[in-house]
């Protein structure tokens, strides 16, 4: 356990030792700060009664997701990256931590990057309350799927990772990736009607939108516990692949 805490640790001070990470945080807080102003103004001046709040969190939070998409490969993108241009990534396997262990730390180190980005956004909801009380339910199922949108899409920045040594190649294959998966079902016209209800299964928009008007549905539980285990389980055989290479 011991082990695993300081490379836990290790990762924690490597990420919030880095300048990259103030500045996704930077950017982030601006872009959301942006929709939150925009989005509000826009509710309050066309007007939509009683329901304004809940059709505000929806809209925002729809438009906080794009900017988490465009900042987390710059996260993800040295995960695994980054030790294979420097070297350490070899003198990594030699400590007595199963590739399991190895993955665990620096997935949860993202997630603390993240989690302390996006939880910064609670501030919109308490200036709102603060003004006019309201009911949290939402909210609640809101940042549940945010947090699983997250795991989902750091999981596959971390594969992606873990495939090249080239820091810029992982960012840009990460941000394809996950816009693609966003967007899947967005041009329904362009999809064959046989084939849009697996698009729609696929698409992780389709998934994460309940979430965001208040429903907590399990099957959306399910995609993304099930697409977060997937792709840390590719993470897994990429990293045993070495082996292969006879490198172990």
Known sequence: MRPFLSMLGKELRTFFA???VYFVAAVFLALSGYY???NLNAFITFGFGESI???LWQRLFNDIVRVVITVIPLVTMRVYAEEKSLGT??????TPLRDGEILASKYLACMAVFTMIVGSTVLYPILIYRIQPFDLSQLYAVYLGMFLLVSAMVSIGIFISS???TQ???????YGAVLLLWNLSWNEAAVPKDILGVVSQICAYDHFEPFAR???DLKDLAYFIALTTFMNWLTMRSMESRQ?????
């Open 214 to 216: 208040g429903i907590v």
């Open 244 to 248: 292969w290479r006879g490198r172990r």
């Open 163 to 165: 495939l090249t040594q």
């Open 53 to 55: 709040v809940e059709h």
């Open 18 to 20: 880095s300048p990259l």
């Open 36 to 38: 939150f102003y925009t």
């Open 89 to 94: 990534m070899e003198l990594l396997y030699t």
């Open 168 to 174: 810029l190649i992982a960012a840009l294959f990460t």
